[in-house]
Structure formats: structure tokens, C-alpha cells
């Protein structure tokens, strides 16, 4: 029987004043359970498996799950809600379907892995061993609830509440969510931004224009910086190449998210190689999941810009030149760290905090011809922000390393708009008829100089989300 509430809900289940775990509940006035992103916690330590099993709702209410983008912080939870009963629909781009295919499989393999470690270290100490959290097997069998919908296509749900996205320039297949939910003679229009990109970027498309809303759930990561143009990054690149495996004759290790930053440095790297400015080194890919992504990525040139269409004329695979080699293999990658010529390596994860390129630092880390590039966003506390924040030493699979490698970092590659960017972004918006700004997807100080920034700008009603409110719309 369904229940009747007096008026829609909107609770804040992950991403409420952090930047991980993004999930909020809709609950219509008829019942309807809509979840927007299902991610997963990342980077907090022994606190994180608690806490993505701790989800505060029951997945077997869930009727429908609109999935913004396939990052694992928006779309990780998805096999484990699975796994305890949710049997909803899945709504999405079609890119993020293919995505989430191959990241959701690859996070289950992970999630098997850790937990076969950890159960080790369990029975040493006479303990119980623990389940993970889903595994291989659960993604891949949760993958039958996923529904492909393209961009500026509506999608109706039950008569009651129609989906469209639009193109959020984020990663490929990122999209705003754009909600309209009717209640009675009440028409509410809700969007929720996922994950915003960047403007003038070499592949995807720039983040696009939506129709006015009533309610805006808003990221806001680097709600309090400016990045450097995107231009500046292809030479911040190349002087990194050429100081590193040039001068200091070492190892260029770029630590990357495997969706969107890795694919963005290699189709630099074809770019600068075609300039002839690229030196005569090798450039590994040392990461099974950016190999499969790039080659979804090339299946969906929909997402992709004019400037790299036009450039895909005379360069029929902007993710490919003849130094360039993709490694799949475990021994293939452990070669890498017994290597002694100059290099560079982009490897996952992005944050340092799991994959090959921890192998990577911990055989390179201590060595100053080694320099280590961060080309993106390291939640505070995860092992890449206390490298970069300069730590002397750092813990890496249990054992001490110095830190003696040189430490660059280009923020213009970033994958998020700063705050000129986001405020850009929501300039399609009617300020006067924006009843709300919930600020989701950001470090707390952030949120509060966020807020500051867009009240200054004629955006009155801005509030910061905090976990687990409800609110009603």
C-alpha cells in the first residue's frame, strides 16, 4: 500500500561537506523513492568500509536510481545496493553505461583483493574474516538493471516524474540531471549537477546550458580556487617531461584517474609528439581499466568537442603514437619498476590511494631523479595530498618511504570547474525564480567560501547540505 506524505523530500545521504560517497534521496508525495548517484566513500582509512555499508536507506525501496556520471564516488555503491535487494531501474547516458561496466567490475575486483589481505592480517590476530563489500560477480550481474538514455532525450517515470540529461562536460557521458516531478496541479523542477567540468577543454565538450530550475543540488569542490587555462597545461606538461627525462635522465610518474584525466594526458602527449616537441622517450600506460576506458572513449566521439573531431582528420587515434605503449600485464608492469632509462608513467589511481601506481611510487619515491606530477584533485586524507602537502615521510602498503622525489602538480587539468567556472555554468539560471542552491560535493571551509562568493553574486538562497538532513520541497 502506498503511503502519502504531505510533501516531497530531499535527504542527504553522502557528499554532505566531503567530496566522496555522493547519494540523495527524492521521496515524492505518492512514495516514489528516487536516488540520485549511488557512490561510494573513498580515502578515509579504516573509517571507509564502514561507512559505505552503513547507506541509511533500504536499498529494496529504491524504485529508481538516475545515475549522474560513472565515478566511482557517484556510482561505486551500485553492486552492493544489489546485492541487498535493490532491483530498481538504473537510468543513465549510454557512455556511462559502457563505463560503468568495466569501473564497477574493476571496484569489485579491488574490493575482493583488500578484503583477501585484510582477512590474512584477521587470522593472524584469531579474528573472523570479513565479506567484501560486493564483488566481481555482483557488478557485473547489476549491470542488467542499467537503462541507456541519450542526452536531451526525456525519460518518464511512472507518469509522475520525467528525466532528461545534459552534457556536464565532466567526464565522458557526465550529465546534469534535469527533473521535473509533478504533484497535483504542483510542477517541481529539481537539477542536480553531478560533477561539473571545465570550459575549452582539448576533448569534451564544454559543460552545457539547462532549463531553468526550481531547486539546484550544486557541487562544488573547488568552490574556493581559480584554476590556470587549460592552455598552460600542455606546456606545464612538456617542461615536466623535459626537466624529468631530459635533464635528471628519470622517471615521470602521473599518477591519473583512469575515466577522463588519463586520456586527456595521452591525447596531450599525441599532440606534443606531433609538434615534434615530445623527446624520443617511451610512455607507458601502466592501467588495465584506463586501457579499456580509452577504448570506450573512442566508441562515443558524440561527447567529443570540434577541436578534436578536426584534429581526428589527420590523426585518425588521438590516443595512440609510436612511443606510446598500454600495459595490461601484471609482469609487464612490474618490468617498469626495474627499469632504469627515462620514462614516464600514468598510472592509476589518481589520489595514490590504490592500483600499479603505488607499486610505482614505492619503488620510486625515494629516488630524487624521480619526479611525481598531480594532475588532480587528492581528497586530505589520502596518500596523494600527503605527498603532495610535502610530508618528509609517507606509508605506503605498511612500510615507511622518504620522500625524496621532486613533487609537480598542473590544476588547470582538473577535471571540475573552480568557482568562476560553476558560477559560469549556472548563469542559464533566473536567479529570482531559484527558490534554492543546496552546495553538495565539497569540503565543508569550501562550501562556506562558496556560499560567501555566490550570495556576493545575487544568489540569496544558498544553502550548504549537511549529512543526512531532510528536507522538504
Not at 619498476?337 to 610505482?360: D, W
Not at 598542473?410 to 533566473?430: F, P
Amino acid at each position: 500500500m502506498v503511503l502519502f506524505g504531505i510533501t516531497m523530500k530531499l535527504s542527504f545521504l553522502g557528499a554532505a561537506q566531503e567530496v566522496t560517497g555522493s547519494k540523495h534521496l527524492i521521496t515524492t508525495k505518492k512514495g516514489l523513492k528516487i536516488l540520485l548517484d549511488c557512490g561510494m566513500y573513498q580515502g578515509k582509512g579504516l573509517e571507509t568500509d564502514a561507512m559505505n555499508r552503513d547507506l541509511g536507506f533500504d536499498p529494496k525501496e529504491i524504485d529508481y536510481l538516475i545515475l549522474s556520471h560513472a565515478h566511482i564516488d557517484h556510482s561505486g555503491l551500485i553492486p552492493y545496493i544489489y546485492k541487498l535487494g535493490f532491483n530498481g531501474v538504473i537510468v543513465c547516458t549510454p557512455a556511462t553505461r559502457d563505463l560503468c561496466a568495466i569501473m564497477l567490475a574493476d571496484a569489485g575486483r579491488i574490493q575482493e583483493s583488500d578484503t583477501q589481505t585484510f582477512n590474512k592480517k584477521r587470522q593472524k590476530e584469531g579474528l573472523e574474516p570479513v565479506d567484501p563489500i560486493y564483488t566481481e560477480a555482483d557488478a557485473q550481474a547489476c549491470m542488467q538493471c542499467f537503462i541507456s538514455v541519450p542526452y536531451h532525450k526525456k525519460f518518464n517515470i511512472e507518469g509522475e516524474v520525467t528525466v532528461e540529461f545534459f552534457d556536464a562536460g565532466h567526464i565522458l557521458g557526465s550529465a546534469l540531471v534535469f527533473l521535473e516531478i509533478r504533484e497535483g496541479r504542483r510542477l517541481i523542477k529539481l537539477g542536480f549537477t553531478g560533477d561539473v567540468g571545465r570550459y575549452d577543454k582539448h576533448i569534451l565538450k564544454n559543460p552545457e546550458p539547462f532549463p531553468q530550475v526550481d531547486y539546484l543540488l550544486m557541487e562544488s569542490t573547488y568552490g574556493d580556487r581559480l584554476h590556470t587555462t587549460i592552455d598552460n597545461a600542455e606546456q606545464e606538461l612538456l617542461m615536466a617531461v623535459l626537466d624529468t627525462c631530459t635533464k635528471k635522465k628519470g622517471k615521470l610518474i602521473i599518477p591519473s584517474f583512469a575515466i577522463g584525466r588519463a586520456q586527456e594526458i595521452i591525447y596531450a602527449l599525441d599532440r606534443l609528439r606531433n609538434k615534434g616537441l615530445l623527446p624520443d622517450i617511451d610512455v607507458f600506460v601502466d592501467s588495465p581499466l584506463s586501457v579499456n576506458a580509452t577504448n570506450i572513449m573512442r566508441l562515443h566521439t558524440e561527447c567529443f568537442n570540434d577541436d578534436i573531431i578536426d584534429y581526428m582528420k589527420n590523426n585518425s587515434d588521438p590516443f595512440g603514437f609510436d612511443r606510446l605503449q598500454y600495459v595490461q600485464s601484471v609482469e609487464a608492469s612490474k618490468a617498469l619498476n626495474v627499469r632504469h632509462k627515462p620514462c614516464i608513467i600514468i598510472s592509476a589511481s589518481g589520489m595514490m590511494e590504490a592500483g600499479r601506481v603505488k607499486h610505482h611510487l614505492a619503488n620510486n619515491i625515494d629516488n630524487p631523479s624521480t619526479t611525481i606530477l598531480c594532475v588532480g584533485y587528492c581528497e586530505p586524507s589520502t596518500l596523494g595530498a600527503k605527498i603532495m602537502r610535502g610530508d618528509k615521510t609517507v606509508s605506503i602498503f605498511g612500510r615507511p618511504y622518504e620522500v625524496r622525489a621532486d613533487l609537480r602538480r598542473i590544476e588547470s587539468l582538473s577535471g571540475h570547474g573552480d568557482y568562476e567556472e560553476l558560477i559560469k555554468y549556472i548563469s542559464c539560471q533566473e536567479k529570482r525564480r531559484l527558490k534554492k542552491i543546496f552546495l553538495v560535493h565539497g569540503e565543508a571551509e569550501t562550501q562556506e567560501h562558496f556560499k560567501e562568493t555566490l550570495n556576493k553574486r545575487g544568489y540569496k538562497r544558498v544553502e550548504v547540505a549537511t549529512f543526512r538532513e531532510e528536507v522538504e520541497l
